[in-house]
């Protein structure tokens, strides 16, 4: 179960002034992702399906970290999108 300060980071994101880059995206994607869900057990999206493909790219690298260290990277990783993008 994820903690009450990362709940309040995932919905600051969507008020940051500056919309993250595509990298910065996909970062707390799967970070967020390992932090909820866990390892990644879904099939690999196929060629043609380039967004779904980077999102499970970026998920999958992050294999066997715990969801708790998942979840303090994400607070982390918020924390400079904040201070970057305030």
Do not use: C, H
């Not at 994820?2 to 996909?26: G, R």
């Not at 970026?58 to 993008?85: F, H, N, P, R, S």
Request: proline share 2%; net charge negative.
């Amino acid at each position: 179960m994820v903690s009450q300060l990362f709940q309040e980071k995932a919905e600051a994101v969507n008020n940051l002034s500056t919309t993250p880059s595509n990298d910065e995206l996909l970062e707390l994607y799967g970070l967020y992702k390992q932090a909820t869900v866990g390892d990644n057990n879904k099939e690999r999206p196929g060629m043609f399906n380039l967004k779904d493909k980077y999102k499970w790219d970026a998920w999958e690298k992050l294999k066997g970290m715990t969801q708790e260290e998942a979840e303090q990277k994400y607070i982390e990783y918020v924390d400079q999108l904040q201070a970057k993008y305030a």
